[in-house]
């Protein structure tokens, strides 16, 4: 079993930034790839950034060039950088990842259904 649980969340102002983490415990040696996910209200839940057990990423086209996900695999903790947050960057963030009990190569994908577990969320709010 694998606890995802993130933080890092809050209001910030139009141009503002922010860093969320996901720190995970329980069993992760096979567990990857890793992925950030957000839904706003009203409207379906997006993959936006995903990081494989090495360097490989994908990202959403609506963030490629202002978040930046990472991994600290020594302390098992996702990142997700957010820059230049705008209005539609309002959302519930979620981490997600694909835990297994075999060593296996999967690559990075933003597909909600490639992902086993799941935290519960923080909330990211933008103002302008």
């Known amino acids: 079993q694998v606890q995802l649980v993130e933080s890092g969340g809050g209001s910030v102002q139009v141009g503002g930034s922010l860093k969320l983490s996901c720190k995970a415990s329980?069993?992760?040696?096979?567990?990857?790839?890793w992925a950030w996910f957000r839904q706003a209200p009203g409207k379906e839940r997006e993959g936006i950034a995903s990081i494989d057990n090495d360097v490989d990423t994908a990202y959403a086209d609506s963030v490629a060039d202002r978040f930046t996900i990472s991994r600290d695999d020594r302390r098992d903790i996702l990142y997700l950088q957010l820059i230049n947050l705008q209005p539609e960057d309002t959302a519930i963030y979620t981490c997600?990842?694909?835990?297994?009990?075999?060593?296996?190569?999967?690559?990075?994908?933003?597909?909600?259904?490639?992902?086993?577990?799941w935290g519960q969320g923080t909330q990211v709010t933008v103002s302008s």
């Open positions: 329980g069993v992760t040696y096979n567990c990857h790839p």
């Open positions: 997600a990842v694909y835990c297994i009990n075999r060593a296996i190569w999967r690559p990075p994908t933003l597909e909600a259904s490639s992902y086993n577990y």
